[in-house]
């Protein structure tokens, strides 16, 4: 297929034809991709970075029950996405599990929108003094929120792993490109969030809610507009297993089963398939490692396991269960910082709105609007990240992304640290 200018990863287009690699992925289809994520992240971040204030202004909740509140929805934003990826992986595929996402998503923004502009669903007022929220306005707000919850389940963890699928990491120029894209893919995210923080917010508070909301509702279908008509041009991977967690857990079985077997010295006695296999199933082969060596056990061959009934599993299989454990044990570390980040769209907003936010004699800085800075910070430093420190880095550590990821980690949760640090100064 390579001579005939096809791809060499066996993707292929939404008919499950092979691909010529001129003529999609790289950049001419991930330019679609970065441009959805550019008005997704407004349509999100138009809702999320002002919540606590419509909690606390229109429902009349109080700081705590409001900072609850935004915190449990965000957490069913953030968790959503481990279903949605197994749907994908296990069933739907990625760009199906996507297009149906994001059916809901819509759903959800325009019933939000709906919520807090119809009389009937949000709280009346009368000589400027509102009423509490009933029961019914209440439900109808909350089930908004978290039927998008639900869509961007579907659609985060699969938006940007389809571009991921973009680029051939068979093609060594191809696989070059793919990292940068996930830097500009971050810099349209904050530039959604950035027209968020500082349009949107305002709009909201100086114009009015319907007005607010309904923007980040028509940018979200225009985003899905943008990413569909890239649709000719995309490449699509094709599933290898009827489901990945089926072999997570056959593993993990395995191994339990043959716990109080000998390991062999020589990686190369545990079971695997011949390399033909993997070529001629379009499979990718993972070579064994030294981690989590107990999981090898379930790789033992017959023989060396005596009258076991289970049929062994192979050193991919194995070798994919210990990449999870891997990013599991990453994810634990990125808890605590996650609730450094929790507060800039809860107790930093509410804190804004106890300063002097005037510009002038007439402007004010909504609260939320605060939260910019951020953004500004991230679009900033994300070009000069890709343009300058990673060949600058590249060329004394002779690694293509100029750092290693968990060095990346490293040194953002150590700014994270000093930049809360300051704030539990400033409050002292």
């Not at 039927?147 to 389940?153: C, N, P, Q, Y």
């Not at 792993?161 to 068979?170: E, H, N, V, Y």
């Amino acid at each position: 297929m390579e001579e005939k200018g096809y791809t060499q990863d066996g993707t292929v287009n939404l008919r499950r034809q092979p691909v010529l690699s001129s003529k999609t992925g790289k950049w001419k289809a991930c330019a679609f991709l970065v441009g959805y994520e550019a008005f997704e992240r407004m349509a999100f971040y138009g809702v999320a970075s002002n919540l606590v204030v419509y909690l606390t202004t229109q429902l009349h909740e109080d700081t705590v029950a409001s900072v609850r509140n935004v915190n449990n929805w965000s957490g069913a934003v953030w968790m959503t996405p481990i279903f949605g990826a197994y749907i994908a992986d296990s069933y739907l595929g990625r760009f199906w599990t996507f297009t149906f996402s994001s059916l809901i998503y819509v759903l959800g923004m325009v019933l939000l929108t709906l919520a807090v502009s119809i009389k009937l669903l949000k709280p009346t007022c009368s000589n400027g003094v509102c009423n509490k929220a009933t029961t019914s306005q209440i439900a109808f707000f909350y089930s908004s929120l978290y039927i998008i919850a639900i869509g961007a389940g579907g659609t985060k963890p699969n938006i940007s792993t389809f571009g991921a699928d973009q680029f051939d990491d068979f093609d060594p120029d191809e696989k070059r490109l793919k990292v940068s894209f996930f830097n500009w893919w971050m810099f349209s995210s904050f530039l959604g969030a950035l027209v968020a923080t500082l349009g949107l917010v305002y709009i909201q508070e100086n114009l009015g809610w319907g007005l607010g909301y309904g923007i980040p509702t028509v940018g979200l279908i225009l985003s899905l507009l943008i990413f569909y008509i890239g649709t000719p041009m995309y490449r699509h991977k094709v599933r290898k297993t009827k489901s990945p967690a089926a072999d997570f857990f056959r593993v993990l079985k395995a191994a339990i089963a043959n716990r109080h077997c000998e390991l062999p010295s020589d990686p190369k006695e545990l079971h695997e398939f011949a390399l033909q296999h993997y070529v001629d199933s379009g499979k990718r082969q993972v070579y064994h490692t030294p981690n989590f060596r107990f999981l090898d056990k379930g790789a033992l061959k017959e023989d060396k396991v005596g009258s076991s009934k289970m049929p062994p599993c192979t050193i991919t299989q194995v070798e994919g269960v210990k990449l999870v454990l891997g990013m599991g044990m990453i994810w634990l570390v990125t808890l605590i910082p996650s609730t450094i980040w929790a507060q800039v769209n809860t107790l930093f907003v509410k804190q804004g709105t106890t300063l002097d936010r005037h510009l002038g004699s007439t402007f004010q800085l909504p609260a939320a609007s605060l939260g910019s800075f951020v953004t500004l910070s991230m679009l900033i430093s994300v070009p000069m990240y890709d343009r300058y420190f990673v060949p600058f880095m590249r060329k004394r550590t002779k690694n293509p992304r100029g750092i290693t990821m968990l060095q990346r980690l490293g040194i953002g949760f150590t700014i994270q640290i000093l930049a809360i640090a300051i704030a539990y100064l400033l409050e002292e």
